[in-house]
């Protein structure tokens, strides 16, 4: 069983500025994939960023970039430049490399500020 | 090409009655997946549906099933609706069964209140 923990329910971030958005995890499984999605008002989840765990190194994806510890268990999101666009709900989730479900965080609310 | 598509888009009823939501996966894609996302809290997962058979399922009633269709798409039935049912109701797709690694696709969702 996964379990995903985000505890920063919201935060405000002035425009151009980069803000993290905290994900810690814990899992048995030995090989797992960890996501971050955002979610806009409109409801669609929208996929972000990907990170398995023997990847050597930090996933990017543009201004989006995750800081992946393994060893503390935490993959926190990295929006670099924040635009106004980027207001949105944002989750972390993650799966067992043999299972077929996403286990997802509560989210955290990214507001940011002109 | 097309994304991952539901319907209705937004949905009322009353307790007690029967609903039916509708997922149409993106083309090519075998795996459909259901989750329910209350209002303020991450989605929970309800089913993987892969070639047309029950692959998994969630901590969910027997009231929620589902069935997949010959060309992939999906149907999720809720029977004797219950106040705490209403949510958005998120379908994806992916390629395969097994996520590790393997982005799933999710669609725009269906709101559901229940009255």
């Known amino acids: 069983a996964q379990k995903i923990t985000q505890t920063q329910p919201g935060m405000f971030v002035q425009e151009k500025e980069a803000v993290t958005l905290d994900c810690t995890y814990d899992?048995?499984?030995?090989?797992?994939?960890l996501f971050w999605y955002k979610q806009p008002s409109s409801g669609e989840m929208i996929f972000l960023i990907y990170q398995g765990s023997y990847d050597q190194q930090n996933a990017t994806e543009g201004r989006y970039s995750l800081n992946f510890q393994k060893a503390r268990k935490s993959a926190n999101l990295v929006i670099s430049a924040s635009q106004l666009g980027d207001s949105a709900m944002y989750f972390c989730?993650?799966?067992?490399?043999?299972?077929?479900?996403?286990?997802f965080g509560a989210g955290t609310t990214v507001t940011v500020r002109a | 090409d097309a994304g991952v598509t539901q319907s209705p888009t937004h949905l009322i009823k009353t307790r007690g009655q029967h609903v039916t939501l509708r997922c149409s996966p993106i083309?090519?894609?075998?795996?459909v997946s259901w989750y329910q996302q209350v209002l303020g809290q991450g989605p929970q997962f309800i089913f993987q549906?892969?070639?047309?058979?029950?692959?998994g399922r969630g901590n969910f009633p027997d009231r929620f099933s589902a069935r997949q269709f010959p060309n992939y798409s999906s149907e999720l039935n809720v029977n004797a609706l219950l106040l705490g049912d209403s949510a958005l109701y998120l379908c994806?797709?992916?390629?395969?069964?097994?996520?590790?690694?393997?982005?799933?696709?999710f669609g725009p969702g269906t709101r559901l209140t229940v009255l």
């Open positions: 989730a993650m799966t067992g490399f043999n299972d077929y479900k996403l286990s």
């Open positions: 549906y892969y070639e047309k058979e029950e692959r």
């Open positions: 994806a797709s992916s390629s395969d069964r097994l996520l590790g690694g393997v982005e799933q696709f």
């Open positions: 083309s090519g894609h075998k795996s």
């Open positions: 899992t048995s499984d030995p090989s797992y994939g």
